[in-house]
C-alpha cells in the first residue's frame, strides 16, 4: 500500500484540525490504515487535513533531535501550515513496548505520564511535551493515539471511534466530555494529568519564555541559569528529566523562530 497520503478535508476557515501517521521509523505503516479509514469520516464545521508520511529513521519524540531531524522537520512543517487546535498523532507500538509506555513511572523516568488503553490495545495520551507547549495553546487538542502495529480489525475500529468524535468537535472540551461518556475513567486520568501539566510544565514554560524576552540568552549556561531562576522562584513539580525537556522545548521555540508568537498574532481568515 501507499504510504504517503495527504488530504484536506471540510472548509478552509474555522477550527483547523490534523491527523497526521508515519511520525517516526516504519509507523506509516500500520498508521496509513487508520489514516484511510479516516477519509470518509464526517468533519464538523472547520477542516481536517489527514497526512501520513513515509519511513524514516526512528527517533523518539521526546529526543529533541527528532524536531531537528528531517522527519522531524517536515512534521512541524505541516503543524506551522495548518495550524492545528486539534492535533492528532498516530503512532504504532510493539507489544514487547506496552509495560514501557503505559507504566505507572513513566513520569520518573520519561518525563510524561503513562498513556491510558482505551480498548483493543489503543493507547492514549498528550503529545510530547517539547511542542505541547511550543506549538499548542493551553487548550488545544494535541494527542496522541497510539495503536498496536500491523493494527487488528478492533483496533482500527477504536481508532475510527476516537478519530470521528476529533473530527465531529469543535474544541478540547467537546471532544473530552464525548471521550468520558465512552471512557469515564480514562477521562478523569488524562484530566488529571492535564491539571498537573498545566499547574507545572507548561505554567513554567510561560515564565521561561517570559523571561528569555527581558533578557537576551548570550550563550547555553544563560539558558540553564534562566530555567533555575524560574524554578526557585515558582513553586513547580517538576522532577530532573521534565527539567531537561523545558530546556528542549525551549531550544525547539527558539529554532522554529518564536512560533507560536507568531500563531498569536496572525489573523487565520486572513490566510
Ligand atoms: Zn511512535
Known amino acids: ?148 502495529c500491523n493494527p487488528s480489525e478492533e483496533s482500527l475500529q477504536t481508532c475510527r471511534e476516537i478519530m470521528e468524535i476529533v473530527a465531529g468537535s469543535g474544541n478540547r472540551q467537546e471532544i473530552m466530555e464525548k471521550l468520558s461518556s465512552a471512557y469515564p475513567q480514562r477521562v478523569e486520568t488524562l484530566n488529571s494529568y492535564f491539571k498537573d501539566f498545566s499547574r507545572n510544565f507548561h505554567s513554567a514554560f510561560e515564565k521561561i519564555k517570559q523571561k528569555s524576552l527581558k533578557t537576551p540568552l548570550k550563550d547555553y549556561p544563560a539558558l540553564e541559569k534562566l530555567i533555575n531562576d524560574v524554578l526557585d522562584e515558582g513553586n513547580f513539580d517538576l522532577n530532573p528529566v521534565q527539567i531537561k525537556q523545558l530546556e528542549g522545548a525551549f531550544l525547539i521555540f527558539k529554532e522554529y523562530g518564536s512560533f507560536k508568537s507568531c500563531k498569536l498574532n496572525t489573523n487565520k481568515s486572513e490566510t
Open 1 to 148: 500500500m501507499e504510504v504517503n497520503f495527504f488530504k484536506e478535508m471540510g472548509v478552509k476557515n474555522g477550527i483547523s484540525r490534523l491527523f497526521v501517521g508515519g511520525v517516526h521509523g516504519k509507523e506509516g505503516l500500520s498508521t496509513i490504515n487508520a489514516i484511510k479509514m479516516a477519509e470518509n469520516i464526517t468533519v464538523n464545521g472547520g477542516s481536517l487535513v489527514l497526512c501520513n508520511f513515509p519511513p524514516s529513521p526512528y527517533l523518539s519524540t521526546l529526543d529533541p533531535l527528532y524536531y531537528l531531524s528531517l522527519a522531524g522537520s517536515k512534521l512541524l512543517d505541516r503543524v506551522m501550515k495548518n495550524q492545528p487546535e486539534i492535533y492528532l498523532e498516530l503512532h504504532c507500538y510493539h507489544p514487547e513496548n506496552y509495560t514501557k509506555l503505559t507504566r505507572q513511572d513513566r513520569k520518573e523516568k520519561f518525563g510524561v505520564p503513562g498513556l491510558v488503553e482505551l480498548e483493543n490495545g489503543v493507547l492514549i495520551g498528550s503529545v510530547s511535551p517539547l511542542i505541547r507547549s511550543t506549538f499548542f495553546d493551553l487548550n488545544d487538542f494535541p494527542f496522541t493515539l497510539e495503536m498496536p
